[in-house]
């Protein structure tokens, strides 16, 4: 993971700008977020970057917890007034079981891992978290758009720094949430617009309930 904590490192305080430029705004993220969780609740927010959505979210009264594995992507989000930020590896983080009415994870998901086991791990340590009936909205890119493997390319003030992002297959990820006690509700291809997922669209948003 140490060359995807020192890209985003090195992007922490152009990030938001750059982001403005990509496939989805701000604003539709949000929205589906808000869509899945309707009443102010306590989150996890897991690569949370800057605390572009979280943020927004505090601020609407949702009780929020930030995890990112790269310390200047939080210097961005302390410095804009996120509550509480740990700095680690997702599974890193230490939290009393059942904490959660939510997780999200927009724009990382397993965007940075192609590891199985990595993945089952991480679904169960989201599964612990979680209350009962709590929710999660995990974002992944999708293979069928982006390929098994990408490489991102952004600029960072002379230079240009670059990492590789995974893609991955819709069946074998639902089939793995309802492995791991977990029931799919929605798998999303888009937010801008919002759009149900098929091959065509560049991500897998999952929506899934903790059984």
């Known amino acids: 993971m140490k060359n995807v904590t020192s890209f985003y490192d090195l992007m922490g305080t152009r990030y938001d700008k750059w982001m403005e430029k990509g496939e989805s705004t701000l604003e539709d993220e949000l929205s589906l977020v808000i869509s899945t969780f309707p009443e102010p609740c306590k989150l996890l927010d897991v690569g949370c970057g800057t605390g572009r959505v979280s943020l927004l979210l505090q601020e609407k009264g949702y009780d929020i917890v930030g995890v990112d594995i790269s310390k200047g992507m939080l210097e961005q989000a302390i410095r804009k007034g996120l509550n509480r930020t740990y700095n680690m590896d997702f599974l890193d983080f230490v939290y009393p079981a059942s904490s959660f009415d939510g997780i999200i ?18 679904m169960k340590k989201c599964w612990n978290l979680l209350r009962s009936k709590g929710k999660l909205l995990w974002d992944t890119p999708n293979e069928d758009f982006y390929g098994k493997q990408r490489i991102l390319e952004w600029p960072a003030g002379k230079t ?8 991955h297959n819709v069946n074998f990820l639902k089939i793995l949430f309802e492995q791991n006690d977990f029931e799919v509700k929605n798998i999303w291809g888009s937010y801008t617009p919002l759009q149900k997922y098929t091959k065509g669209l560049p991500r897998i948003i999952v929506e899934a309930e903790r059984k």
């Open 160 to 167: 240009t720094v670059e990492t590789i992002c995974y893609g």
């Open 105 to 122: 994870s927009l724009h990382a998901g397993f965007s940075y891992t192609q590891d199985k086991n990595k993945i089952r791990s991480i």
